[in-house]
């Protein structure tokens, strides 16, 4: 069954605007959660990532916020920007597992000039 | 480019047959995880293998196999294979045992 439930589906933002995405988890082993980023043709490649000792995590235009107690976080992208258009996945993991990733079924994202 | 290559890029066979996908992981890095990417399962984990030995299995068919050799290079092998198996195989490695993976282009299977 899904380890990770991820929405939306998709998503249409205007450029500029804030591209929200969620996802929620059930395992409390997770203690590894990356979002990974996938243009067309091309592999996943990471964005952020965010351990459940931190509620916050920000890298540029891109925050991941994390709630330990509601097994939930998400994606937020400030000024969206079209070249953000692709597919996100999140994803959770844990050590014992190898870190072998459980993704979300992901979300594509459309940026509109 | 993440470093990562993947051999071959398309894959055209017939219902029955058997295949070898070949991965070879970004220089230094000794772990290799396989995915399967398909429209109605996304993005699923297969198998792990960590310098040479299996480390973590996932959702994958005991008609797939896969193997790490000396040299790192990690080889997915799928028999009998069904129209279900078409999907995108990605190989991604990381230095250790790492959530931090770098994944290849992938290989399309396409079963006929």
């Known amino acids: 069954q899904q380890q990770v439930k991820q929405s939306p589906q998709s998503l249409i933002v205007q450029k500029g605007g804030i591209s929200i995405i969620n996802c929620a988890y059930e395992?409390?082993?997770?203690?590894?959660f990356p979002w990974y980023q996938q243009f067309p043709g091309k592999g996943p490649a990471l964005l952020i990532a965010?351990?459940?000792?931190?509620s916050e995590k920000k890298e540029g235009r891109f925050t991941i916020s994390f709630n330990k107690s509601a097994k939930q976080f998400s994606l937020h992208i400030m000024d969206s920007q079209p070249g953000d258009s692709a597919t996100y996945f999140c994803a959770a993991a844990y050590s014992n597992s190898g870190y072998a990733l459980n993704f979300g079924k992901g979300t594509s994202l459309l940026v509109t000039p | 480019d993440s470093g990562v290559t993947q051999t071959p890029k398309h894959l055209i066979t017939a219902t029955g047959q058997r295949v070898t996908l070949r991965c070879s992981p970004r220089?230094?890095?000794?772990?290799v995880y396989w995915y399967q990417q398909s429209l109605d399962q996304g993005l699923q984990f297969l198998i792990q293998y960590y310098n040479g030995e299996e480390r973590a299995k996932g959702n994958i068919l005991e008609r797939f196999s896969a193997q790490q050799f000396p040299d790192l290079h990690s080889e997915l092998n799928l028999s009998s294979l069904e129209l279900g198996d078409s999907a995108l195989y990605f190989c991604a490695s990381s230095p250790r045992t790492s959530g931090n993976q770098f994944f290849g282009p992938g290989t399309r299977l396409t079963v006929l």
């Open positions: 220089s230094g890095d000794l772990s």
């Open positions: 965010i351990r459940p000792d931190v």
């Open positions: 395992n409390t082993a997770f203690d590894y």
